[in-house]
Structures are given as C-alpha cells and as structure tokens.
C-alpha cells in the first residue's frame, strides 16, 4: 500500500507500497539501515475485522478494524479504524481514506462485544510482529505475519520523499515482490494467518 497522510480529526488518507519478502528479511533490515532509516520500535499486533450487518464490505472495497498494539518502546495501544474505498491503484501504488477512533488499550474485549451487540460480527482476526523503521519522510515496517510470512511496508509521509522511496525499492528488488492485496484479504485468500489471541488482554 502506499500512505500520504492529510490528518483532520482522525480523517487521512494514506498512502503506501507493499511488498513480500522472498529472502532474507535481515538483507531487507540492512538495506533499510543502508538508506538511512533508524529502527524506533518493535511491536506485536492484533487484527480484528468485522462484516457489516447489512452489506458485504469486500464488494465496495472498506473495512472495519480494531487493532490492538503492544510494543516495546510506545507501550500499548488501542484504535478503531474504518477504511474506505482504495481511490488510486496505480500500478500496485494505493490510496485510501481513513477514520480512526483511539481508544483505551484495556476496552479491547468491550469493544469487540460492542460491535458484535450491534451487528458486527468478526470477519478475521490475525497477528503479526511489527519492526518500525523511520527516515526523514518515510516510514518503514518489516512484518511478520504469522502463518504466511514476511512483508515489507514502506509509507510515504512527505511528498519530496518518493526519490528515496523509489531508490529503496530499486535496491530490494532481487529479495522482495510487490503485492497489491492487504492483509485482510492474504488471510482470507490463504487461510494461513494465525490469531495468538493467549498474547493479548481479553
């Protein structure tokens, strides 16, 4: 995916690109420290999806999703976050608007109950382990998704960064893949993720 950021009262619009990685994600962690970017933080995340009561969220291309973070420097974290329609898919470059809601990381299981009381049901659920690598206009992640694999996301905060984006990936192209699904749609597709829900408050 790909991720430009336009924040006003949790609306924004991201954009990003994703890629599998094929190699060795330590030879994508050097290219990344190569280029200038510094490792801030590591995380371990829970995805929840839910379905709407009333329509197929797959067919128009949104989602609902409640996220659970733990991690090793920023501590724990809770958001809510609906995401809309991908507006740009050049190529595997994508778009989206986003609302995101932040919550109390003690209201996860509440939450969940709340949403499945009014007719959301849960659609997947996943883990994966989170790696965050920041460079002046770009932020970058190695993800392990747990079951499948691992993906490397770079987003793009500032414009005059795309240079340096486009140089990191010429440099990975041997190691990496570009891929055009999201998470969601990898597990659903696979049915591989795995959900290590005895790692998280309940």
């Known amino acids: 995916m790909r991720r430009l950021r336009a924040v006003s009262h949790g609306l924004q619009v991201e954009t990003e690109v994703k890629l599998r990685i094929t190699g060795d994600p330590g030879i994508v962690e050097e290219n990344l420290l190569s280029h200038g970017f510094i490792k801030v933080d590591e995380c371990v995340e829970r995805d929840i999806y839910f379905k709407h009561p009333c329509r197929d969220l797959s067919l128009s291309d949104e989602a609902v999703r409640l ?15 609906y995401k809309g329609p991908r507006i740009s898919r050049e190529g595997v470059l994508k778009a989206r608007m986003e ?23 849960k659609l997947a659920s996943f883990t994966k382990k989170r790696f965050i690598f920041h460079k002046d206009g ?19 905060k500032k414009p ?4 340096a984006l486009q140089d990191l990936l010429r440099g ?8 055009k699904e999201t998470y969601l749609e990898i597990c659903l597709e696979t049915g591989r993720c795995i959900d290590e829900q005895g790692s998280f408050p309940t």
């Not at 996220?67 to 976050?81: A, F, I």
């Not at 770009?138 to 793009?156: C, K, P, R, S, W």
């Open 67 to 81: 996220r659970y973070r733990s991690c090793r420097n920023s501590g724990e974290h809770l958001v809510l976050t």
């Open 99 to 121: 609302v995101e809601a932040r919550l109390q990381p003690g209201e996860i299981h509440s939450m969940v109950k709340l949403l499945e009381y009014i007719g959301f049901p």
């Open 138 to 156: 770009l932020e970058a992640t190695i993800d392990e998704l747990m079951g499948v694999g691992f993906f490397l996301e770079v987003e793009l």
């Open 160 to 163: 005059d960064a795309v240079k």
């Open 172 to 179: 990975l192209s041997n190691v990496t893949v570009m891929v």
